[in-house]
């Protein structure tokens, strides 16, 4: 069992992320707008742009990422087989590597995705 939880790195960063912000206020202030633009609705949805991040978080192997676009994945009400399909195409594109941060996805995901009560 991996020790590693998106919970955990992605209020890690978020962290860090606010001493940036104070210290850093126009890059971060540049950095937030051009996320805003870049995924709100257009000829694409803003699921659908983030699903492409998601993407991009795998194949790049950023853990904080995964964990980040995962989380708004679930705020937007993805489903798991969008998010399983998303992480087909890394795979099928970015070959084991992508594969084995397709996997950590998925660990993401059941880490931080609501749990259905069992009958």
């Given at each position: 069992?991996?020790?590693k939880?998106?919970?955990?790195?992605?209020t890690?960063?978020s962290?860090a992320?606010?001493?940036?912000?104070?210290e850093?206020p126009?890059?971060?202030?540049?950095?937030?707008?051009?996320?805003?633009?870049?995924?709100?609705?257009?000829?694409l949805?803003?699921?659908?742009k983030?699903?492409i991040?998601l993407?991009?978080?795998?194949?790049?192997?950023?853990?904080?990422c995964?964990?980040f676009?995962?989380?708004?994945?679930i705020?937007?009400?993805?489903?798991?087989e969008?998010?399983?399909e998303?992480?087909?195409?890394c795979?099928y594109m970015?070959g084991?590597?992508a594969l084995?941060?397709a996997?950590?996805a998925?660990?993401?995901y059941?880490?931080?995705?609501?749990?259905?009560?069992?009958?």
């Open positions: 069992m991996s020790s939880s998106f919970v955990q790195i992605t890690d960063v962290k992320l606010a001493t940036l912000r104070k850093t126009e890059t971060m202030q540049g950095f937030s707008a051009m996320a805003k633009g870049a995924l709100q609705d257009g000829a949805s803003e699921l659908q983030e699903l991040a993407a991009i978080a795998v194949t790049q192997r950023c853990d904080a995964v964990g676009h995962i989380k708004a994945l705020r937007l009400g993805a489903s798991r969008q998010i399983m998303t992480l087909g195409v795979t970015g084991g590597p084995m941060y996997a950590e998925v660990r993401a059941e880490e931080m995705a609501p749990k259905t009560p069992t009958a």
